[in-house]
């Protein structure tokens, strides 16, 4: 299942694949001479880039042409997307159905996995997808990338264990180099006359092209501060906003014409040292805002930057496990020499294991550290050193503390079963537990998470079931400050809805992230309603923006109250960000 660490070995790559590809329809290069008029197809066009360390012989790597596969959300109907040179690195240019996509997998070959991301096309449009490149050493850690997928058999498997650990380089990036794919395609194109509209992603979330119209309702007062601007070469999926959203830090490539690409991190608009490489997850503000760390690699080896000092250097840094402590003055990552895995805490390295996962955290009270491992065969969590139970996997995401940090809670797996384990103790089995959930509430004495019982979902809170739905909006559970209230967003179909309290609210396109007032009265929510990204507060929509950042709290996309009465968030304007602070009067 998505939701844990564990391998599927039933199925061969290339069984996957052709399962997948089967039943789409494939579409293939326009021709020069194509002209765009029918209302029922649009055209979209970008670039596909597996920019390896390793590439393989070019004579193997030009054996085959990339495919992109969406999916239509409103018809349900798979289109592969085919591009249009062999090779690791090609544009596409092909017609498409309008409406509402997601992005399915990328192949070459026998490789497959899935790329995640959205995109609203409309009718009669030319829309500029960008570059989705992958990076990572060589195609062996493209699957290494992709194992989640259940797509490896237990031949792979082994093999990717003995290649050792995974590096920040194994990750997709969505890269924005619209002047010169724009550029291309008029020239390729010229009876083409529509405007190009260009689909813009951060951090996987995706930022949805709205009216330029600003409407502001009646009783909200508005007020916008610039706090930076993204240098053009920058790598969107990289973007962190300090929680204080006073700071901005992002990673640059530089691409070098014969030295090769160098890498660097911007810290409110301040350039760092060049580096090899940057770790995959991009730099990370500390809760107080006042630090900056992050992964990076000169030759072979990996290293931490502290506040601009490089720490000990290791063979690989596990990615996403990179942390501070709630009060930003420890520090803790999993590192690897050889084929030891361990958890490095305060500089100092803890006990090796076979693996370790990505559920590195802090207590709040940043006394206390729990983290998964592996032992041969098997999952364990660890706190403070001590072991618990061993199961067939760990939920990716756990263990989680309790504010009043004095409980511990993760899922795991025996079996085809999923359970969550809270102080020790197990609780129902389910067919699948949501990732990003359990969740406590403030008070630490409640709990909620998200379980799947045949194709359906609910949220299950202090051991009761509520509502069935067809899907629960992915990081959208959450308690109130007060701990007596709790919101979620619900799909029903295609359409989505936050449920309060157990009351469902009005149908939207899309939600985002949730948030309650401090006196728990209020509740503020991103969402799209046709071509509009907003942030709807007490029901009423607000003013339009080219995107609301609301997609995750990791990217600091947020909705914040800093009182009852007065909320503030990041929104996209052309090129610039922006803060916004509303006051509901």
Known sequence: MHSMMTRSLALTAAFCVFSLIGCATALTTIPQDYALGAKDESVVFGRVWLDLEKPPLAFFANLN????????????????????????DSAF???LPPGPYRYISVRTGDLSGPLPGRFDLGAAQVQYLGTLRFRGVSLLSLSRQWESSHFFDKFMDRLIDATGMTTSSEKW???DESEQAQKSFREKYPRISQPVVKSAMIAGTPMTVAASAQIVPPNRVVSE?????????????????SLDSKRVAYVVVNRGIFAGNKFFVVVDGKEEKQYDDIYSGGPIFSPDSTRVAYGARVGNKWFVV?????????????KD???????????????????????????????????????????????RVAYAARARSKWLVVVNGKEEKTYDGIGRGTPIFSPDSKRVAYRAQEGNKRVLVVDGKEEKQ????????????????????????????LVVVDGKEEKRYDGIGA??????????????GARLGNKWFMVVDGKEEKQVDSIGTVSFSPDSQRVAYGAVVGKKSLVVADGKEGTEYDAVISGGRSSGGRIVFDRPDIFHYLVVKGSELYLVEEKIE
């Open 173 to 175: 990036y969505i890269i």
């Open 225 to 241: 501060r610039l706090i930076g601007k993204f240098h053009p070469s920058g790598i969107p999926a990289s973007l962190k906003i």
């Open 430 to 457: 389910y067919d699948d537990i949501a990732e990003g959930t359990p969740i406590f509430s403030p008070d630490s004495r409640r709990l909620a998470f998200t379980a799947k019982v045949g194709n359906q979902w």
């Open 65 to 88: 042409r990339m495919t992109l596969t969406v999916r239509n959300d409103a018809t349900g109907k798979d289109y592969v997307l085919v591009c249009d040179k062999t090779g690791l």
């Open 475 to 488: 990081g959208s559970l959450i308690f109130s400050p007060d701990s007596k209230r709790l919101a979620y």
């Open 93 to 95: 240019y092909v017609s």
């Open 306 to 318: 502290v506040d601009g000092k490089e720490q000990k250097q290791y063979d690989g840094i596990l």
């Open 321 to 367: 496990s990179l942390i501070f402590s709630p009060d930003s003055q420890r520090l803790a990552y999993a590192a690897g020499v050889g084929n030891e895995r361990f958890v490095v805490i305060d500089g100092k390295e803890e006990k090796p294991y076979d693996a370790t996962a990505e559920g590195l955290i802090f207590s709040p009270d940043s006394q």
